[in-house]
C-alpha cells in the first residue's frame, strides 16, 4: 500500500484514511487542500499526536507560540496532549499531506 | 527538524535516529546505503512495528512468504510482532530512508 499515490482528491474536504488502529497507536494520513482550521478552533487532544508532512506546505501554530510554524516535506513534530494546536493554511495549489501517530501517554 | 535534510551519509553503516520515545511508542528515523540483514537472519520482535519507506528503495522478506516485497518511496506495512522478517536489499546508489513507529501490541 503506497501513501503518495493514489491520493484522493482533497479540495471538496480534507480526506481522512486510518491506516492502522491499536489499543496504544492510531496512524492516519490526512489530505488537505488548501484546508485550515476553523476560526478560533484550537484542537485540544487526550493523545499525543507525532506528526510528519510528507507533501505540500502546511502552517501549524501552537497556542503557547506567537507565530506559526512553516512545515515543509520531511518537516514532523510531537504534539504532546493538551498543547492547544491549529492548522492555519495549507497551499491551495498542491495536495498537503500529513502523517498522523495518535498515542496515549500515561 | 526534518527527517530528509541533511541526511547522515550511511555508507559505512546504517543510520537509527530515535525520534520519539513513549511508553507505548517509538519512532525512529533509519537511513540505509546498500545495507541489508546478514545471510540466514531473521527479526523476531516483540514489537510490532509499522514501517514506511520515504525514499530510496528496499526488498523486504517474510519468512512465511515466497518472494520478498519491493518498496518504494511512499509503501508501508505493518509487522505484527512476531512475523519474521528480514531486508535483502537496499539501493546502494541513493540513501534508504526509513521510518518505524514500533508499538507494543498486547
Request: charged content about 25%; glycine content about 6%.
Amino acid at each position: 500500500m503506497n501513501l503518495l499515490s493514489p491520493l484522493p482528491d482533497a479540495r471538496g474536504a480534507e480526506a481522512v484514511d486510518t491506516l492502522l488502529t491499536r489499543s496504544a497507536i492510531r496512524i492516519e494520513r490526512i489530505v488537505s487542500r488548501g484546508q485550515a482550521s476553523p476560526p478560533g478552533f484550537w484542537y485540544d487532544q487526550e493523545e499525543g499526536e507525532w506528526v510528519l508532512l510528507l507533501a505540500g506546505a502546511a502552517r501549524l501554530r501552537f497556542a503557547d507560540e506567537t507565530e506559526p510554524r512553516l512545515l515543509v516535506p520531511g518537516d514532523w513534530l510531537d504534539i504532546a496532549p493538551r498543547r492547544r494546536h491549529r492548522v492555519d493554511w495549507t497551499d491551495p495549489a498542491t495536495p498537503t499531506v500529513w502523517l498522523a501517530v495518535f498515542y496515549r501517554s500515561p
